[in-house]
C-alpha cells in the first residue's frame, strides 16, 4: 500500500518543507552520495515512504532542491534590473546581478555545481532546464526587445543568451573546479565585446 499525505500528523505541506529542509540540510554538508535517505527521514520526523510519495526518488529530492536554488537566482536577478535603460546597459546589469548572485551564494552553488556535473541524469537535466527556463529568460527578454526595437542585430534570441551566459559559466566553472580567482570585470568586458558584436549597425 503506496504512503500518502493522510498517513502523517500535520499538514501535508509541513511534512513536504521538512523534507525538503533536512534534505538541504545534509546535502550541504555531505553531498549527495554519502546522504542517506534514512538520515533525512529521521531528521525531518518522517519516514522514508513519505520522500518517494513527495519526491519520487533520491534523485528527484536533490533536483527539487536544485530547481528552487536556480528559481530563487532567477527572482534574485529579475528583481534588481533596471527597465528604463539602454539595452547594453540591460544586458550588463543582468551579467552583473548574475555573477553578484553566484558570488553571495557561493558555497551553495559551487556544492551543486560540484554535485550535479558528476551525478548527471535527472539532477543535470533539471538544472539545465531551469537554468534555461527561469534563470537565463530575463536575458532573453532584453536580448528579444533591443532585437525588436532595432537596438540590436535580429539573430536567434535563445542561442545569443545561451552564448552571454556561456562567457559568465566559463569563468564561474574555472572558479569552482579549477580555482581560478573571479576578476568580476573580466567576464562583464567579455560581454561587452559580444553586445558590441550584436549591435545593429549604423545607419
Same mark, same amino acid.
Given at each position: ?5 493522510a ?6 505541506s509541513?511534512?513536504?518543507?521538512r523534507?525538503?529542509s533536512?534534505?538541504l540540510?545534509h546535502?550541504?554538508?555531505k553531498?549527495f552520495a554519502?546522504?542517506s535517505?534514512r538520515?533525512?527521514?529521521e ?5 522514508k515512504p513519505m ?9 528527484g529530492?536533490?533536483?527539487? @532542491?536544485? =530547481? /528552487?536554488?536556480? #528559481?530563487?537566482? +532567477?527572482?534574485?536577478i529579475?528583481?534588481h534590473?533596471?527597465?528604463e535603460?539602454p539595452?547594453r ?10 555573477l ?8 551553495i552553488?559551487a ?11 535527472v539532477?543535470?537535466a533539471?538544472f ?7 534563470v ?5 527578454? @532584453?536580448? =528579444? /526587445?533591443g532585437? #525588436?526595437?532595432g +537596438?540590436?542585430s ?12 556561456g562567457?559568465?559559466?566559463m569563468?564561474?566553472l574555472?572558479h ?5 580567482p ?5 567576464p ?7 553586445i558590441r ?6 545607419s
Amino acid at each position: 500500500m503506496s504512503a500518502s499525505p493522510a498517513a502523517e500528523p500535520g499538514r501535508e505541506s509541513e511534512v513536504r518543507d521538512r523534507i525538503f529542509s533536512s534534505a538541504l540540510r545534509h546535502f550541504s554538508h555531505k553531498g549527495f552520495a554519502a546522504t542517506s535517505l534514512r538520515e533525512i527521514s529521521e531528521d525531518a520526523q518522517t519516514t522514508k515512504p513519505m520522500i518517494y510519495y513527495y519526491f519520487g526518488s533520491k534523485d528527484g529530492l536533490y533536483a527539487s @532542491i536544485v =530547481r /528552487q536554488i536556480l #528559481e530563487e537566482m +532567477a527572482d534574485g536577478i529579475r528583481s534588481h534590473l533596471p527597465v528604463e535603460a539602454p539595452v547594453r546597459d540591460r544586458v550588463i546589469a543582468y551579467c552583473e546581478r548574475y555573477l553578484d548572485h553566484f558570488l553571495v551564494q557561493e558555497e551553495i552553488i559551487a556544492l551543486v555545481l560540484r554535485e550535479v556535473f558528476g551525478l548527471g541524469g535527472v539532477p543535470m537535466a533539471e538544472f539545465s532546464q531551469a537554468l534555461g527556463e527561469r534563470v537565463r529568460q530575463p536575458l532573453d527578454e @532584453i536580448l =528579444r /526587445q533591443g532585437m #525588436e526595437s532595432g +537596438a540590436l542585430s535580429h539573430d536567434h534570441v535563445a542561442t545569443c543568451a545561451t552564448a552571454i551566459t556561456g562567457i559568465l559559466n566559463m569563468f564561474i566553472l574555472a572558479h569552482v573546479f579549477g580555482g581560478a580567482p573571479i576578476d568580476r570585470e573580466t567576464p562583464l568586458q567579455h560581454v561587452r565585446y559580444y553586445i558590441r558584436g550584436l549591435a545593429a549597425p549604423a545607419s
